[in-house]
């Protein structure tokens, strides 16, 4: 069960390793774990494909911890550790000077900064994020240039997106927590951004006890740590407290939410159903294999349905938003056949889902996406990179490490009876209608 509160405090001085070997069809990861006396905790996951590495720090802060009236404050701070005046002055010269591969991104749960190095540059790499952390310095100057910067990057991915736009106005009216607000911020927020709010927002969550370090790559356990505690040892841990959100309640009535616009050729229309948070990750399997029958390919029953047999669509597609501390959900997005009314077509899926839920799935069909589901993550996680944000997103929200198959082995076990019974438990329910218009066009039945 995932925790709802969550807090840090200066911890005792203590080391242990806690070893868990998970087997995949191609490779072995033996995955490693210590904890550094400041409360860093470290993560190692050997893999020597290639002579390089990939070193991750997160931090348990995201959107949903923005204070209200502060929406995007955490991707905000994201920028502003690029422009930190520690030891190294200019981060981007510094990792591009080695070649390294770098970026940083924030979700609703956490942040990651993360450096793709070869294996002789990880001290490099560790020493930069170490500097990050405990060394945080941000002229004025730079405060309002990246301001500016995230106000661009608004306009560029979202208020120039319709498509984007309709889907923060879902988030908005679905999610009444923390969840709601967006991660890239609001521009009437992020206008308000000051001094003292980064000051805080540093204080509260940027140390070394509410964050994560993981190296993935040719590397030894032992070394990694030896490394660790030389660059980042020093740093002293604070008290962090973190609120998690409540699971949302339960909705008494359908939403809806239609946004138009003059860049919108053609409609598309949303189906979004909410997926109870649950107290073990074991059970968000039976949810993705029947997202997988639903929605997932040509092969599934939607774009059976509706792209070949009835010809109302020209692209289905499902989704399942999982991995939260709240409540999931579930998005189908359909877009109708040129000339066809989103009326006929929220008809007709309507019909398709009452008929997906009252039949459910046959147990040829299960064994099918079992496989199907298994060979297309395997292959998703051919990288070192993919690996890390694979570990990354679970430890970042608290899962055991026994709990993260990497192997995808977990699917075999999940059984015909309980994946119809989420089926019928989740599109039952009131749901989440979203509609993307052209301006001023008709799209109604006639």
């Known amino acids: 069960m995932l925790n709802k509160f969550f807090s840090f405090f200066i911890l005792p001085v203590f080391f242990f390793i806690y070893p868990i070997v998970l087997k995949t069809e191609s490779v072995e990861h033996n995955i490693k774990y210590a904890k550094l006396s400041n409360g860093l905790d470290v993560y190692v996951v050997p893999n020597y494909r290639i002579p390089a590495a990939l070193h991750a720090i997160i931090y348990k802060v995201g959107g949903m911890d923005d204070p209200i009236g502060k929406a995007g404050l955490a991707h905000y701070f994201e920028h502003l550790m690029f422009e930190t005046t520690g030891r190294f002055k200019d981060i981007e010269s510094t990792m591009s000077s080695i070649g390294a591969q770098f970026n940083a991104g924030t979700t609703k749960e956490y942040t990651i900064y993360y450096e793709l190095v070869l294996k002789k540059d990880l001290p490099l790499a560790m020493e930069v994020e170490a500097d990050r952390m405990g060394n945080f310095n941000v002229t004025q100057d730079k405060i309002d240039r990246e301001k500016n910067i995230v106000l661009e990057e608004r306009k560029m991915r979202f208020d120039n997106h319709p498509n984007n736009l309709l889907w923060e106005e879902m988030n908005s009216v679905f999610y009444r927590t923390g969840y709601g607000r967006s991660v890239i911020g609001w521009e009437s927020d992020i206008k308000t951004y000051n001094q003292d709010d980064i000051t805080r927002f540093h204080d509260n969550y940027y140390h070394p006890n509410n964050a994560i370090l993981l190296v993935v790559g040719d590397v030894e356990f032992d070394a990694v740590v030896k490394l660790a505690e030389e660059k980042y040892g020093k740093i002293k841990a604070k008290p962090v407290i973190r609120y998690y959100p409540n699971q949302d309640p339960v ?153 993260i198959d990497i192997s995808y082995s977990k699917i075999g076990d999940v059984n015909l009876e309980d994946v119809n019974s989420k089926i019928r438990t989740i599109f039952s329910a009131n749901k989440l209608v979203g509609r993307l218009l052209p301006k001023g066009g008709n799209n109604e039945d006639k």
């Open 251 to 403: 909705y008494n009535a359908n939403l809806s939410v239609t946004l138009e616009s003059a860049e919108v050729k053609e409609p598309v229309l949303y189906f979004r159903y909410r997926v109870p948070l649950f107290k073990h990750i074991s059970e968000i399997s039976a949810v993705d294999l029947a997202v997988d029958i639903l929605g997932s390919g040509k092969s599934s029953k939607l774009y059976k349905d509706l792209v070949l047999d009835k010809d109302i669509a020209v692209s289905v597609s499902a989704y399942y938003d999982s991995l939260t501390f709240s409540d999931g959900y579930i998005d189908i997005k359909i877009t109708p056949k040129n000339g066809v009314s989103l009326d006929i077509v929220e008809r007709e899926l309507n019909s398709a889902i009452n008929h997906f839920t009252s039949e459910g799935i046959t147990n040829e069909e299960l064994q099918s996406t079992k496989y199907r589901y298994k060979a297309a993550q395997l292959d998703n996680l051919s990288s070192l990179t993919n690996i890390a944000f694979f570990y990354g997103s679970h430890l970042a929200l608290g899962i055991p490490l026994d709990e």
